[in-house]
């Protein structure tokens, strides 16, 4: 059986809508990520995920992987 968790991201460093867009699409493509929104409006992200296939860390990890954004998980 398939547990889907879920995270919520503080992501800065986005400029625009196509920040947004583009970090999305980078979690969306990563294998055991099921779903993930981002909101440059909001600076922030949820994203659903399977912890079997991939980590918090790693999810952090592909946020951060232009050096651009900063991400963090949110405890609330």
């Known amino acids: ?4 968790e879920k995270i919520k991201l503080k992501i800065d460093g986005m400029h625009c809508g196509a920040c947004a867009n583009g970090i999305q699409m980078m979690l969306i493509y990563k294998n055991g990520v ?5 909101s440059y409006e909001k600076t922030e992200g949820v994203v659903e995920y399977d912890p079997e296939k991939i980590s918090i860390d790693e999810i952090l990890k592909t ?3 232009t050096s651009e954004y900063r ?3 949110c405890e609330d």
Do not use: C, L, N, W
């Not at 059986?1 to 889907?4: A, G, L, P, T, Y």
């Not at 099921?34 to 981002?38: I, L």
């Open 71 to 73: 991400a963090t998980v």
């Open 63 to 65: 946020v951060t992987s």
């Open 1 to 4: 059986m398939v547990k889907i």
């Open 34 to 38: 099921s779903t993930a929104e981002v």
